[in-house]
């Protein structure tokens, strides 16, 4: 019985942090992208140092879900907390 709510609280875990970041980074990079174009719009000369940067920001944002996604993995396959 012990061993049945382990998984269970894990994959309730995994599925919270995969909800959590994917909303997360999808508000980051809404922020960004608004906030790029709206920099653009105001001073459209400095539209090819902000492309760049904002490409590179999305990017990093990106990148959390992939880690937590990697996390949420190793939470349901190789449970830390199942012993052997």
Same mark, same amino acid.
């Given at each position: ?6 998984? !269970? ?5 995994? !599925? ?13 990079? $809404?922020?960004? =992208?608004? $906030? ?35 996390? =949420? ?12």
């Amino acid at each position: 019985m012990e061993r049945v709510t382990i998984i !269970v609280c894990s994959i309730i875990a995994s !599925v919270f942090i995969l909800i959590s970041t994917m909303l997360s980074a999808t508000n980051g990079d $809404t922020r960004v =992208a608004d $906030t790029t174009l709206d920099a653009i719009g105001k001073k459209p000369e400095l539209k090819s140092s902000l492309l760049p940067t904002m490409l590179i920001s999305i990017g990093l944002i990106e990148s959390i879900p992939i880690i937590a996604t990697v996390i =949420a993995i190793v939470l349901i396959i190789a449970n830390p907390y199942l012993g052997k």
